[in-house]
């Protein structure tokens, strides 16, 4: 299927095409459509899919069809606050929405996108806030401040958009969603994008969307990423670990790395010490200043930045298709968040490797993982940084867990220069 028989009108598709796609999506497919016709969406579909397109071009869509409207009638009424209200649970998100917007808009004159989130000064957005807007992109959070100074009128919200609502009720934000929920229009258009709608995300939908909302399940957690290779090298102790660390940097084949770390912390203290041996690399953790993280991300994608550490939450919504390898060197918090990480490599139709450094300490949250995702990542390990104690006890709960064959060959990224890897099951430990 091509993008023009999805139906886009003429402008948006040929921004699409600019854009340089030209097949859509399993989640394009199959949103686009019911959501430019105005039904109610929930629709579960895992970072990567291209979800950000399937309800920005509706939403675009939905601002053409009303200029339109507004050319044929004579009063030319003007209409106050955003049509389409987009909410993200991170600023990299909401920033990732509203440059999608920009692009697929680029061919509609005079389009109005504003972006409200946290870390920027008021005064520019409270500017953007003025007057008739298309489409408003918004944190919860910052939204809500401007809601309550009565700069934010919602009251002709058309479309309303929840990003990665799970997300948004994994960080503290249900309340703050219902909130603002309560001063849009009840006839609008709602539609929920969230990798799950089991649990509390689906009671959020159920009281959110229309009784006739139509459910689309493209894909979940238990994807194959089958353009990602996973692996997993077990380390002794932090020493160990860092020493893997430094060893896969050295790989001719990294061209972007993005490295995964507990805490702003440690996130920090570990670009600090890389720097410290020469690697072009930054942090980036919500610690930071909205100034600084954008440099940041700029750098990243000029290239100027070869390694990006950062904590699961600032790393939410960046799209950076040279990213060839992600590294967990602190695991995530939750399974899920590491099926999120994971997602950061492997974009746009391209190859990646994501490699999981753990101790044994950690044994638990990879059980947890691989029962999460129903996939047992690889091990593996480097010749010359072999680990000297035994490694954990299989996870026999964990979904293909057959003993790991002797003849078990890493895939063809395995071989790096400097320290080549071996399967581990090639090796006898204890």
């Keep these: 299927m091509s993008f023009e028989s999805l139906g886009l009108p003429a402008a948006l598709a040929r921004a699409v095409a600019d854009s340089g796609y030209t097949q859509p999506t399993d989640v394009q497919t199959r949103a686009i459509p019911p959501a430019m016709a105005g039904s109610d969406l929930r629709v579960s579909s895992s970072t990567g899919s291209g979800k950000t397109a399937a309800f920005v071009l509706p939403a675009l869509t939905r601002v053409l069809a009303a200029r339109g409207d507004a050319s044929k009638r004579r009063d030319n009424k003007t209409v106050h606050g955003p049509r389409v209200l987009v909410l993200a649970p991170t600023r990299e998100l909401a920033m990732q929405v509203?440059?999608?917007?920009?692009?697929?808009?680029?061919?509609?004159?005079?389009?109005?996108?504003?972006?409200?989130?946290?870390?920027?000064?008021?005064?520019?957005?409270?500017?953007?806030?003025?007057?008739?807007?298309?489409?408003?992109?918004?944190?919860?959070?910052?939204?809500m401040d401007h809601m309550a100074s009565g700069k934010a009128v919602l009251a002709n919200v058309e479309?309303?958009?929840?990003?990665?609502?799970?997300?948004?009720?994994?960080?503290?934000?249900?309340?703050?969603?219902?909130?603002?929920?309560?001063?849009?229009?009840?006839?609008?258009?709602?539609?929920?994008?969230?990798?799950?709608?089991?649990?509390?995300?689906?009671?959020?939908?159920?009281?959110?969307?229309?009784?006739?909302?139509?459910?689309?399940?493209?894909?979940?957690?238990?994807?194959?990423?089958?353009?990602?290779?996973?692996?997993?090298?077990?380390?002794?102790?932090?020493?160990?670990k860092h020493a893997l660390l430094e060893q896969l940097l050295t790989d001719r084949d990294v061209d972007q790395a993005l490295i995964f770390t507990s805490t702003q912390r440690d996130a920090d203290w570990l670009a600090d010490r890389l720097a410290e041996i020469g690697h072009r690399v930054a942090s980036l953790h919500g610690g930071m200043p909205q100034g600084r993280r954008n440099r940041v991300l700029h750098g990243l994608r000029s290239r100027d930045l070869r390694v990006l550490v950062a904590t699961d939450v600032a790393a939410r919504g960046i799209d950076v298709p040279s990213i060839s390898h992600v590294i967990n060197y602190g695991l995530p918090m939750?399974?899920?968040?590491?099926?999120?990480?994971?997602?950061?490599?492997?974009?746009?139709?391209?190859?990646?490797?994501?490699?999981?450094?753990?101790?044994?300490?950690?044994?638990?949250?990879?059980?947890?993982?691989?029962?999460?995702t129903t996939q047992r990542i690889p091990v593996a390990t480097v010749v010359g940084l072999e680990p000297r104690l035994p490694e954990p006890r299989p996870f026999s709960n964990a979904p293909s867990a057959a003993p790991r064959r002797p003849g078990f060959k890493p895939g063809p990224r395995a071989a790096h220069r400097g320290g080549p890897f071996k399967p581990a099951g090639a090796r006898r430990h204890g």
């Design 159 to 240: 479309m309303f958009v929840l990003d990665e609502a799970d997300r948004m009720l994994d960080m503290g934000f249900i309340d703050d969603i219902k909130h603002i929920a309560s001063f849009l229009p009840e006839q609008r258009q709602t539609v929920m994008f969230s990798a799950t709608f089991a649990g509390e995300v689906g009671q959020l939908a159920k009281n959110m969307l229309k009784a006739e909302a139509q459910t689309i399940a493209v894909s979940t957690h238990t994807s194959t990423h089958e353009n990602i290779e996973q692996r997993l090298h077990w380390a002794d102790d932090g020493k160990h």
């Design 334 to 372: 939750k399974a899920e968040d590491y099926v999120h990480r994971i997602g950061r490599t492997g974009r746009a139709g391209r190859a990646g490797l994501a490699v999981t450094l753990a101790e044994r300490r950690d044994a638990g949250m990879i059980q947890r993982i691989q029962r999460f």
């Design 98 to 143: 509203a440059k999608a917007a920009d692009s697929y808009g680029r061919h509609i004159p005079g389009l109005r996108v504003a972006t409200v989130v946290g870390g920027v000064p008021y005064h520019a957005q409270l500017k953007a806030l003025r007057g008739p807007l298309d489409l408003l992109i918004a944190t919860p959070g910052r939204l």
